[in-house]
């Protein structure tokens, strides 16, 4: 019985990483992370695009645009939506999540879900760096697992 699973191997892979300016200390630690995880993946400069947007909310529109073009073979979202004192943090972040959840089912595309949903700052750093990992190399990983997998299942 074979068994398919994809590699961390981003060689060869075409990958957009989009980022949300707001909390931008942490959306940079983020990135960081992520760059850094891809570079260790084999991932090549001149094949990583950084596109920034306002905040965690227009991630999903970037995010079409990008996958509508056709030149990327996995996407990286980052951002970091902390919560204040009004019901916007679950309008924000579940905008984000289910909007990066739509584009990538549309267009077959991964896309490595990094937006942290903190209560505040301090558990947003500790998840973009600090004792928590970094969110962002986990997102670039899991980008780059899935568009392996998917040459795989596509054959």
């Known amino acids: 019985m074979p068994t398919l699973e994809g590699t961390l191997r ?63 073979d996995a996407l990286v979202a980052l951002g970091a939506v902390i919560r204040g004192e009004t019901a916007h943090f679950e309008y924000v972040a579940g905008g984000a999540a289910n909007g990066l959840a739509s584009v990538a089912q549309s267009f077959t595309l991964p896309i490595g879900f990094g937006v942290l949903t903190t209560e505040d700052e301090a558990q947003a750093f500790s998840r973009a760096g600090g004792k928590g990992g970094n969110k962002g190399a986990e997102a670039a990983q899991a980008a780059v697992e899935m568009a392996s997998l998917l040459r795989q299942l596509k054959g």
């Open 10 to 72: 981003a060689d060869g892979l075409r990958i957009g990483i989009l980022v949300s300016r707001f909390n931008e200390r942490v959306t940079r630690a983020l990135l960081e992370g992520a760059l850094e995880a891809l570079r260790r993946m084999g991932a090549a400069a001149e094949e990583i695009t950084t596109v920034w947007v306002p905040g965690a909310f227009e991630l999903p529109l970037a995010a079409k645009a990008l996958a509508e073009s056709g030149r990327y």
